[in-house]
Structure formats: structure tokens, C-alpha cells
């Protein structure tokens, strides 16, 4: 399983970004997606998920801001963010669920400056 995140990079404030992920090794279109971030000192925390079946699910501080979408046919899962805050930087990863383990991307930095 390989999960290959893209898309990060420096933005001021009220930028926007959209990261990508393509996935191999699984049945993408069966999977759920997800997105998780770790700044600097802090846990890794989710930011937002996506089914099989296209519901999406968001963390409380995302408060519209952001947007996850799936490919199937790409194998891909987006993240489109929008009005980006400094509370924002982190470090970026997909990450599924596959046979029972939980598998993460390499990660993409985002850093947004005030």
C-alpha cells in the first residue's frame, strides 16, 4: 500500500491550497480516505474523511473551510483548503485503513504565514 500526498507549500493568510493523494495497493473505491496534520509540539489529529460512498465527515475547526473529494477512477483523494490561518501549518497526511491497519503518506508540509 502506498499513499503518495502532494500539493503543499507556503501561503499567506487567506490562501488557499489543494493537496492530493494518489493511493495504490487497495481497492481504492471501497476505501475510506482520510486527511490528518501534525503541527509542530502537537498529536497528529484528523481533519477530514471521506467514504466510499462520497459522505464526508470534518473536524470542528475546518468550519467550511476546507473540502475532501475522491477520484475513483484517478485513485486519487483531494483536499481543497481555503481561508488559511497560521493554525493551519502542518504537516499533512492521507491516510486509510487496509486488512486491518492503518496505513499514512509521507506527508506534505503546509506553512501559512500571517
Known amino acids: 500500500v502506498q499513499l503518495q500526498a502532494s500539493g503543499g507549500g507556503l501561503v499567506q493568510a487567506g490562501g488557499s491550497l489543494r493537496l492530493s493523494c494518489r493511493v495504490s495497493?487497495?481497492?481504492?473505491?471501497?476505501?475510506?480516505m482520510d486527511w490528518y496534520r501534525q503541527a509542530p509540539g502537537k498529536e497528529r489529529e484528523s481533519v477530514a474523511g471521506i467514504t466510499s460512498g462520497g459522505s464526508t465527515n470534518y473536524a470542528d475547526f475546518v468550519e467550511g473551510r476546507f473540502t475532501i473529494s475522491r477520484d475513483n477512477a484517478r485513485n486519487t483523494v483531494a483536499l481543497q483548503m481555503n481561508s488559511l490561518t497560521p493554525e493551519d501549518t502542518a504537516v499533512y497526511y492521507c491516510?486509510?485503513?487496509?486488512?486491518?491497519?492503518?496505513?499514512w503518506g509521507k506527508g506534505t508540509q503546509v506553512t501559512v504565514s500571517s
Open positions: 495497493g487497495i481497492v481504492f473505491r471501497i476505501n475510506t
Open positions: 491516510s486509510t485503513i487496509w486488512g486491518g491497519m492503518r496505513y
